[in-house]
Every structure is written in structure tokens, then in C-alpha cells.
């Protein structure tokens, strides 16, 4: 801390170069992650991190296990009005896709609360995996910034396509959906 | 009109701000120092002009102008007047209005003060002041204005602009969307200004300590003049993490009170640098040492301010607090890499400068002491700052955001806070310069003795734990030695002046504030540690889903859900309220009502858990999940949370003590104090050196 003994004038020029480097190094991390933040929603294109979803049935499905699947993410919340508009067309759209074993789906409420959750699920009779978003980490890692959003994951691992807002038809979602299972 | 009027304001001050920077600097290199007073009164009339600016806002968040995107976003028609007033600091750019306005008033209070004997210092007190404060005008003023309005142009977009758009019309929704309901809380309403205030009033013992860098002035001039700042401003930071966390308590309905959350971190690295600071001072005001490492404390505080509010508003770090994400993140870097930078440049090139005085002769001295409770308190700083930023550095390194959770912090942080409690026990009674453990001992035997008899009745009482045995131990071990503190300096008082015990006991506290409201604080943090340790080493909880009629048993207690009820209310929310009876030992204790508010406006949630407090205990129970109405049952979450309001006593205790040490002293009481000390209050002999 401070060397009482020593009758120097100043510091040394190692420590010097050496308070600066730390000091540099750590603006330089806060700059980078202040980059990272402003970067918006995940970009196409990009490898998207695996993650765990504990679903309202209690079961954890996790997107590890489905390497070269398609995967749509679609985020959701039981007060999202826009999120009504696409629940039906969704969930027709998992009927058909399910039987080809090449695409999952997986529902992640967004800030909801577990019994509104339910009751949506219900209401719109949805039959994929759906579960609460735990701790925000699933939205944060896609840099979710409101719902409904949905994310589709190619069979490498990367975001093919995204949508911000709801699909406002069953032909919509396949529109984007197919090509990518043809890649 | 009154948008208008804001904004010219907030146009004003940043010019004033602008000004004062370079009438400063230009008076202080020409020696021309009526450009240093036309400086000092830029910095004066910030406050008044920044004041116009907040009430601007005010009376367009009280007159309903949901024209205005602020208004818009943070108030609805159903809150209160009390919380439209207080939306000033509910939304990023109104809260920093809040703190320009608060910076101003202490930038106003400095510069009224008598400057005759420091004048080398004003200058450069102005510029770092008024730097600050123009940083954060310029951020509201180009990227956060909260007098933009809505204007609905010919093809039905709506933009949001200051100054009306050509061709489009103002826009004026109905009905505003309302503040987050989780600040809809009376807590909430007082817990941002005292933070925000502690924030601020932290940059004027800065701005004093760069000025004597950059003067470089040797004496410990800038650290007494700005002695009673820092006190203030770390009362108003205490104050705000004790309200942040009761929020937490009240409001977050997890049971508990700390989630070393990184906003939660960013209030906390400040107040430990801080306190540290407050200890370290007295050590360079008694015996010249400590010149370099106090430099870097109000350096290193004040930086961390400053990084604190950068993470909180830059969106770096996910956090319950952060605000959304805006354009000010990239200017805050900026701001920071600046202020850290000049503040390192400065500091070396004044290292030299800063030589201690003397040295230190004694490892049981009172500065080798409170070397030790700095050391200790860097070392907390150390694992906060290391867990806040772990998770950029794990995503620098491995890709993932992998964040600390809290069973890190508890198990790092926790035997440094043993260490602190027990120097609080044993450094007020070494004495500067020199002591014994012979000397020492003698001070502390009788306390010591009455502490191990708590621990062996602890033990007794079947506490088995080593870490609570630990905590408690050292807990009643500071207790009992500031209680004898007080008790000695009042017989003391009480023989020498013949006054009666009580009498003798007031006049000592009034007569030796600083001290005596330092001791005050000391047996604060005792309570406290008693409620921490309460809940961190014995909290339990439990879940169960009930049906009607049935009952769950947790540490005596028994819970039965008798029903729930779920209804709109006429303020915009939909309530379910469960109702419970609990009974203890098959005494009736009453009922307690858990809820979850849902709020329409802003489409939140928000959990209101059902509480029973005593001072031995909180029944805290939340109400998880419910089902329709047909089937009747609910699930619940109970936690007991023992001693849990010794931290809340311990908390309004620790105010109570800031104000007693900060409250200013009149001279002529204190010369005559300072006779009567140096004959006979001190606790143990004071070697020749002091």
C-alpha cells in the first residue's frame, strides 16, 4: 500500500506502466461488454448458446439434445395481446411439423405469472414445451426486448431467422420455417 | 409552454456549467481571480436553474401531460399524486434530472462556503464539480430529454421529437402506462434520492481531494474541510442500501433481503470504499500517515460511484435494477475512461508529494488497527468487484455470462466481516502511536468476559453452529465493549463534573459528536450483524399446496389457508388475496394475507407477501400459485426468518448515529472537550507521540 520507509520521490516507472495497463485492461472489458450490450437482438448467423427450459410440467428439455434440429423459440407472455394472434397459428404449425421429427418447438413465457401461464396454454390448447423463462437467462440470452419474439435455430446451431412481433399467419410461419429445414 | 420552459432551463445550466469549467481554469492559470468568482457564482445559480428544471417536470408529471413521452411512460392516471411526484426519478431520464439537480445543490452548498483561507483550492473544486455536472446535463440534454413529445405526422407514425416536426400534430394519448408497479412502493419513494444523494455528495470530497493533487498541496487541509461531506454522504448512502434492502424484503417476496444483484453490488462498492475512507482520514488528521492511500480511497470512491451508475443505465450487466438500454452507455465509458485516467495521471505525479509524515511504531497502534479494518474492508471490496464483473469476464473468455451467485459472496465476504466486528470490539480502546497487549487487555477484560458468557448461554441454549456461535460471540463482544465505552466516558464525565449519570452521559455524547455518533453507528452494525446472522444462518422455509382448511407447520408455526379471493380493484389492479390463520403452540396469533397484484397499466405482476414481525422472529409467507376457483387450493411459500428485524432496528439506529456524528459542532464546546479528553477520557495511557 504505501511504503513508509523508503525515501523515493515518485513511483517507479514499472509500476506505473503496470497501474496503467490494469487500468486500460479494465476499461477495455467494460468496453466490450458495453458493446456487447448496445448489439441488440442476437444476429443472424450467429451461434446461439445451448439452454435448459423447466417446463409447466416440470420436465427440463435442453437444446443440447437436439443437435442438427431445427429449433423455434418463440417468446411469449400470457398479457401479450399480439401474443394471442399467433398463439393458434403456432400451435398448428407444431401439428404439422412434429410428425417430420426435424423441427422442435419450444414456448418460453416471458415475466408472466405461472397460473396466467397455464391458463394461456390451455386456452390455446398448445401441446409443445412450454415453460417460464427462470431468472430471465433464456431472454437475456437471445437479448429478448419484448413478445412475442420467435428465433429459429438451424441444424448447426446458428440463428437462421428471427421474428420480432407476431406471425400473423399459419403460411407465414412455414415460409420461414421451411427453407431452413431444406438447408 | 412549460416544455419550453424545462428545456431553456436545462439549455441554461449546461452553458452555466460550461462556463464556470473555463472561467475556472482561465481565472486560476492568469491569476485573474474575479474569473474564479464569476465561476463560483455560475456554480451557485446551478441549483436554483436545475430547480426550475425539476419542477417543470413535476408539474407536467402532476397535470397529466401524457403529450410528453416521460409523463407517457412512468405515470397513468390511477397512482396517487404522491407517486406521479416521485415518477421524477421512476425512468432513466427523469432520474437523471434528479441527479444533476441534486449534484447542483451541494455544487451551490460548496460554493457559499468561506473560501478566504483555501482559495489555491476553489478553482479546481469548481472544474471537477462542474464537469461532472456538465457530463451528466449533456447526457440528458442530447440523449436522454424528457421533454420530448409525441407528434402524430399525415401518415398516421408517430415520433417522438422536442420541437414539433413539420406537418405533424401533437399527439396526446389518454391515459399514461404507468410506473413499474415493484416502485409503487413507499420504500422505493425515498430509496433512489438517499442513494442518489449519497452518490453525489461523495464528488465534493472528490473534487477536494483532486484539488489538492492538483495544487499539490501537502496538508491535510482538503481532508478536514470535506470530513463532515463524507459523513453525510455516507449516512445518505447507508441510508439507501438499509431502504433498498427493506424494498427487496417487502416487495421481491423471495424471503430475503441482499441478492448481491450488480446494482445492488454497485451501491455497495462505494459505501465500503467510503467507510474505509472514514476510518483511514482520522489516521492522516492524528498522525500525518496514510496521505497516498486516503488519496486513492475518495479516488477510488468516486470512481466507483461513477462505475455504479454506469452499470446501472448502460445495460453491461442484467440486472433487476437496470434501466432499458439507451444511447448513454457508450458517453458514460467515455466520462469514466477520463475521470480514471486524469485521476491515476494525477495521483502519480503527485506520489512523491504524498510521503507519509511519520511511521507506524506499533502493530496494536490505533493506525495499524484501522490499517488492518481498511485492509479488511478493500479485501470485501475485492470479492464484490471480482463477483460484479465476473460474468463479462467469463463471457470474454469462454463466450457464456456466467454469474456469481450469492453463496459466493456469503462464503468470501463472511469471515472478513467477522474480522471488522472484531476490530470494531478492539480498536477504540488501542491508542494512537503506541499499545500493548497488556494495556489493551486491561481495557477489554471485563467486556470480554461478559461476551464469553453470552457464548457459553448460547451454547447452553443449544446453538451448535460455529459460524453463529462465532458471529454472536463476536457481535456481543463489540456490543459489550462500546456499551463500556460509553459507560466510561460517562463515570468519567460523571466524577470529574459532578453532574448526575444521565446528564453526564448527553453532555459526553453532545460534547464529542464525531466519537460518540462513530459508537452509536459501532453498536448499529452489532444489531444488524445480529439480524444477518439471524437469517443467513437460520432461516427455513417451506411449500406446500393447500386446499382449503389444510395447514403446513414450519419452526412452530402452523399456517392454515382458510381462502382466496381474487378481484379488480378500482386503481387498475387485479388482486388475489389468500387469507390464512396462524397459530403458534396452538395459540392463536391471527391472520395474515399474502397477495398478488396484477397491474393492468404496466401489465406487471408484483408478489405482496403476508408478514408477522417481532423482534424474535418474521413469518414471512408468499403466495406462489392458485388455481381456479373450483378446485380451491393455492400454493405457498413460507419462510421464518429469525432476528430479522434486529437489521431494520440496527439500521434506523445507524442513521441516528450518522446524524449525532455529523451534526456540527460549535467550537468553543468542542475546545473545551478537547481539554477535558486529553485529561482524562482516554481509555488507555496515550503514548508521547500522540
Known amino acids: ?183 | 409552454m412549460i416544455t419550453n420552459i424545462g428545456y431553456g432551463s436545462l439549455i441554461i445550466t449546461f452553458v452555466l456549467s460550461l462556463y464556470g469549467i473555463v472561467a475556472a481554469i482561465y481565472g486560476e492559470r492568469k491569476n485573474l481571480y474575479r474569473f474564479v468568482e464569476s465561476a463560483r457564482v455560475a456554480m451557485l445559480l446551478t441549483f436554483p436553474m436545475l430547480t426550475l428544471v425539476a419542477l417543470s417536470i413535476i408539474t407536467l408529471l402532476v397535470t397529466q401531460h401524457y403529450e410528453v413521452q416521460y409523463v407517457y411512460n412512468t405515470t397513468s392516471q390511477s397512482m396517487p399524486i404522491y407517486l406521479k411526484i416521485t415518477a421524477l426519478w421512476g425512468g432513466q431520464s427523469g432520474s437523471l434530472v434528479f441527479w444533476a439537480w441534486l449534484m447542483s445543490a451541494f455544487a451551490s452548498a460548496v460554493s457559499i462556503r468561506k473560501w478566504s483561507r483555501d482559495r489555491d483550492l476553489l478553482p479546481w473544486v469548481i472544474v471537477v464539480s462542474l464537469v461532472t455536472l456538465a457530463f451528466f446535463l449533456s447526457m440528458i440534454i442530447f440523449f436522454e430529454n424528457p421533454f420530448q413529445r409525441f407528434w402524430a405526422s399525415p401518415g398516421s407514425r408517430e415520433i417522438v421529437a422536442m420541437f414539433q416536426p413539420a406537418g405533424t400534430q401533437l399527439l396526446i394519448p389518454n391515459d399514461g402506462r404507468g410506473l413499474n408497479p415493484l416502485l409503487r412502493h413507499p420504500g422505493m419513494v425515498i430509496h433512489p434520492p438517499m442513494l442518489y444523494l449519497g452518490f453525489v455528495s461523495f464528488v465534493i470530497p472528490f473534487a477536494f481531494g483532486i484539488a489538492a493533487l492538483i495544487t499539490g498541496r501537502k496538508d491535510d487541509r482538503w481532508i478536514r474541510l470535506t470530513r463532515r461531506w463524507t459523513l453525510v454522504a455516507w449516512m445518505f448512502l447507508s441510508i439507501g442500501l438499509i431502504l433498498g434492502s427493506r424494498w427487496a424484503y417487502d416487495v421481491l417476496g423471495w424471503g430475503g433481503y441482499w441478492a448481491w444483484d450488480p446494482v445492488e453490488n454497485a451501491a455497495l462498492m462505494p459505501w465500503l470504499t467510503g467507510t474505509a475512507f472514514l476510518h483511514s482520514v482520522m489516521i492522516q488528521e492524528k498522525r500525518g500517515l496514510f496521505k497516498r492511500w486516503n488519496m486513492i480511497l475518495v479516488i477510488l470512491t468516486y470512481s466507483l460511484v461513477i462505475f455504479g451508475t454506469f452499470l446501472t443505465r448502460s445495460g453491461v450487466l442484467s440486472s433487476v435494477h437496470a434501466f432499458a438500454q439507451s444511447a448513454i452507455g457508450p458517453m458514460f465509458f467515455i466520462f469514466i475512461g477520463i475521470t480514471f485516467i486524469i485521476s491515476l495521471a494525477l495521483l502519480i505525479k503527485r506520489w512523491g508529494d504524498l510521503k507519509s509524515e511519520g511511521v507506524m511504531h506499533s502493530l496494536l497502534s490505533r493506525e495499524s488497527l484501522f490499517l488492518l479494518n481498511n485492509l479488511l474492508f478493500i479485501g470485501i471490496l475485492v470479492v464484490v468487484f471480482w463477483g460484479t464483473v465476473f460474468p463479462l469476464i467469463s463471457e470474454l473468455l469462454t463466450g457464456q455470462k456466467v454469474t456469481v451467485a450469492a453463496p459466493f459472496y456469503q462464503r468470501s465476504t463472511a469471515p472478513l466481516f467477522a474480522g471488522l466486528l472484531l476490530l470494531m470490539g478492539i480498536a477504540p480502546l488501542s491508542a494512537w502511536g503506541h499499545s500493548t497487549w497488556k494495556t489493551l487487555g486491561k481495557a477489554m477484560w471485563k467486556p470480554g468476559l461478559l461476551s464469553l458468557i453470552v457464548l457459553l448461554g448460547m451454547i447452553i441454549s443449544g446453538v451448535h453452529s460455529i459460524g453463529a456461535l462465532l458471529g454472536f460471540w463476536l457481535a456481543s463482544f463489540a456490543f459489550f465493549i462500546t456499551i463500556h465505552e460509553f459507560w466510561r466516558g460517562t463515570k468519567a464525565r460523571h466524577k470529574r463534573s459532578g453532574e448526575n449519570y444521565l446528564t453526564a452521559f448527553f453532555r459526553l455524547a453532545a460534547r464529542n459528536r464525531r466519537r460518540y455518533g462513530g459508537y452509536l453507528i459501532h453498536l448499529s452494525v452489532v444489531l444488524m450483524a445480529i439480524g444477518i446472522i439471524g437469517i443467513e444462518g437460520y432461516q427455513t422455509e417451506t411449500q406446500a399446496k393447500l386446499k382449503a382448511g389444510e395447514s403446513i407447520q414450519l419452526s412452530g408455526y402452523t399456517v392454515t389457508f382458510k381462502s382466496l379471493a381474487e378481484f379488480d380493484t378500482n386503481d387498475g389492479r387485479n388482486v388475489a388475496r389468500a387469507v390464512l390463520d396462524v397459530s403458534k403452540n396452538g395459540k392463536n396469533l391471527g391472520q395474515l394475507y399474502p397477495r398478488r397484484d396484477y397491474f393492468y397499466d404496466s401489465q406487471q405482476p408484483m408478489t405482496i407477501p403476508g408478514v408477522r414481525s417481532t423482534i424474535e422472529d418474521d413469518l414471512y409467507i408468499v403466495l406462489v400459485n392458485w388455481e381456479q376457483i373450483s378446485s380451491g387450493s393455492a400454493t405457498f411459500k413460507v419462510f421464518h426468518n429469525p432476528l430479522i428485524n434486529w437489521l431494520w432496528i440496527g439500521g434506523i439506529l445507524l442513521i441516528f448515529g450518522s446524524f449525532v456524528a455529523a451534526w456540527p459542532d460549535q467550537e468553543r464546546s468542542l475546545q473545551l472537550e478537547r481539554k477535558l479528553a486529553s485529561q482524562n477520557s482516554s481509555v488507555v495511557p496515550v503514548s508521547s507521540s500522540d
Request: glycine share 8%; with cysteine; aromatic share 12%.
Open chain 1, 1 to 183: 500500500m504505501e511504503n513508509e520507509t523508503t525515501p523515493k520521490k515518485g513511483l517507479s516507472r514499472t509500476t506505473i506502466i503496470v497501474a496503467f495497463a490494469i487500468l486500460l485492461g479494465f476499461l477495455a472489458l467494460l468496453g466490450w461488454g458495453l458493446r456487447n450490450a448496445q448489439a441488440g437482438p442476437v444476429q443472424v448467423g450467429q451461434k446461439v448458446p445451448t439452454f435448459d427450459l423447466t417446463t409447466f410440467d416440470g420436465e427440463v428439455v435442453s437444446t443440447s439434445d437436439l443437435q442438427g434440429k431445427v429449433i423455434v423459440v418463440n417468446f411469449w407472455a400470457s398479457w401479450c395481446k399480439p401474443c394471442e394472434q399467433e398463439a393458434a397459428d403456432l400451435e398448428r404449425a407444431w401439428q404439422i411439423y412434429k410428425e417430420t421429427d426435424d423441427v422442435y418447438f419450444f414456448g418460453v413465457a416471458y415475466v408472466d405469472i405461472e397460473p396466467k401461464s397455464r391458463a394461456y396454454i390451455e386456452k390455446f390448447n398448445i401441446t409443445y414445451p412450454n415453460g417460464p423463462d427462470l431468472r430471465t437467462t433464456i431472454s437475456t440470452m437471445f437479448r429478448v426486448r419484448g413478445v412475442p419474439e420467435t428465433y429459429i435455430i438451424d441444424r448447426q446451431g446458428k440463428l437462421a431467422a428471427f421474428k420480432i412481433g407476431p406471425y400473423s399467419s399459419l403460411g407465414e410461419i412455414q415460409a420461414m420455417i421451411d427453407p431452413i429445414i431444406l438447408q
